[in-house]
């Protein structure tokens, strides 16, 4: 079947430690993107990659960062995670970017903080 | 700037009555609403959309309605069955932002046999 598939579950990382989630997609779609959600709270948007055009939201901590090496792969980079950064990260598709687009989710990886 | 609003966290229905989701949004710029459904450990999975040209659309034992001058939608599920169990999050999408969807912070539907 094809999917969003994220990587690890469960990850653990120590305070200030860098720490790369990763995300593959079997359905070809041209968007990927990534949520931040913290616990009870809506997922909030950091950046997408339109193909290879990174767009950032504006609101997103330079901490993180991203890398979309090829259609099917893309990887969440937190450079010094703190305490804050602890949470659900959902990476998500779609074929284009109109505004009837549904989203295709993974999985989702919780990231704790120690 | 919470622009998607769902104000209940949570929901209890018996099985077999209808279930109503609500969701309130402030942003007239959103045109494409959607239902998301979330199980535990799983991610969300699209349930049912409404264009903002429509005021209703069903599908099965789903229905979306859409009141616009209100600003809010609500998602109706009749028979509700405990299967139905789960985070519902509506989402909504910015007419010329596809990539400006906003969620709200859902609610959990809990369906008792």
């Known amino acids: 079947d094809a999917m969003v598939i994220q990587n690890p579950r469960y990850q653990v990382t120590q305070f200030g430690k860098p720490v790369t989630l990763s995300c593959s997609q079997t359905?070809?779609?041209?968007?990927m993107y990534w949520y931040q959600q913290k616990s009870s709270q809506a997922p909030k948007l950091l950046f997408h990659y339109y193909d290879k055009d990174f767009n950032n939201e504006a609101d997103t901590p330079d901490n993180f960062q991203s890398r979309r090496p090829n259609t099917s792969f893309c990887f969440l980079d937190i450079r010094s995670p703190g305490l804050g950064d602890a949470a659900m990260y959902l990476c998500?598709?779609?074929?284009?970017?109109?505004?009837?687009?549904?989203?295709?989710f993974g999985s989702g990886t919780q990231l704790s903080v120690l | 700037d919470q622009q998607v609003k769902q104000n209940s966290p949570s929901l209890s229905v018996q099985e077999g009555r209808i279930s109503i989701l609500n969701c309130d949004y402030t942003n007239s710029m959103f045109d494409y609403f959607l239902w998301y459904k979330k199980y535990p450990a799983e991610g969300p999975t699209f349930l049912i959309s409404i264009s903002s040209i429509k005021d209703k659309n069903e599908d099965g034992r789903f229905t979306v309605f859409l009141n616009k001058s209100a600003k809010h939608l609500s998602l109706h599920i009749v028979p509700s069955q405990p299967g139905d169990s789960a985070v519902y999050f509506c989402?909504?999408?910015?007419?010329?932002?596809?990539?400006?969807?906003?969620f709200g912070a859902g609610t959990r539907l809990t369906v008792k046999p």
């Open positions: 359905l070809n779609h041209n968007v």
């Open positions: 998500a598709t779609s074929r284009g970017r109109s505004s009837n687009e549904k989203l295709f």
């Open positions: 989402a909504a999408s910015h007419k010329y932002n596809n990539n400006d969807m906003r």
